[in-house]
């Protein structure tokens, strides 16, 4: 079985993030190719072995076809002392690599795969919701694509799952803030009602679909600083998010439901899984996903 990390070759590295590498292995066995998520403790504060163990709660329970699949997890695998020294996470293969390893390659995809993306993101966000599961790092290099074209939901370091959790109990973030709604910049400005954080997450979907579109991070302009004060401004304040006129109307209006600065009226998970933007290229888009996935 896929019980002892010693059956595992390592064949290659195929990212680093916050605390992790992210290998390509063999499972000598069955020949079957895997990715091995390790997460190593040693001088790590207390921060990131939280975020571990949050990470192979959310891993264990979830089960879909839009979220990355995990096969198994270990502690241990590497270390073997007292305490628990790395975690690793057996995760499903995915051959194209992440969303944003694409747009290096095809800064702006067509419409089509766009539209394919947003709706296996809805989907998974659809399913994690039901699960009280708020992701909370919707971004390019979270977001994974396979052979057959698929995309799925990677990296649960920093999502949670809010039932029966405190709500202000937010963790800190370590990552970078450049997807994160305007609510979780500045939880008290929207009449003091906090958000759940599932709005969030669509926030996050809508830049990264025009991200899509326009070829580069779209909240500032190229030209800009991408600072904390820039960022800021821009997610806070900046009042219109233009889509280029070459856009169509489904794709504009989707992003603004989306990018909707109060989480109250921003457009929700259901909603957007019937715009028009979704449905209008259900039959094409994952033929252009597949196309994407093919020339990586
Ligand atoms: P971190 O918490 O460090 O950001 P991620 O889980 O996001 O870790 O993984 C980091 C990178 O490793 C991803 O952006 C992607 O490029 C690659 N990666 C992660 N999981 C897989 C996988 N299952 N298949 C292929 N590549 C992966
Ligand atoms: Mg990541």
Known sequence: ?????????????????????????????????YALKVLRFMEEPEMVQQRAFSEVEILRRVDSGFVVMCHGVFENGFSGADGIEDIC???????????????????????????????SVLEGLHYLHSMQIVHSDIKPSNLLINRKGEVKIADFGVSRCIA????????????????????????????????????????????????????????????????????MCAICFEEKREMPETASAEIQSFVMRCLQRDWKIRGTVEELLVHPFVTKFEESAAEHLFYYASVM
């Open 164 to 231: 029966g959790v405190d709500k202000e109990q937010c963790p800190s973030y370590m990552g970078t803030c450049a997807y994160m709604s305007p609510e979780r910049i500045d939880p008290d400005r929207w009449d003091g009602v906090h958000s759940d954080g599932f709005a969030g997450d669509v926030w996050s979907l809508g830049v990264v679909v025009m991200e899509c579109f326009v070829g580069h991070f779209p909240l500032i302009k190229p030209e800009e600083k991408p600072d904390w004060i820039n960022l």
């Open 89 to 119: 996470f057996l995760l499903e293969y995915m051959e194209g690599g992440s969303l944003h390893d694409l747009l290096r390659k095809h800064p702006m995809l067509s419409e089509n795969a766009i539209s394919g993306i947003a709706r």
């Open 1 to 33: 079985g896929i019980d002892n990390l010693a059956n595992f070759e390592k064949l290659a590295v195929l990212g680093h993030g916050n605390g992790g590498t992210v290998y390509k292995v063999c499972h000598r066995p069955t020949n079957v190719i």
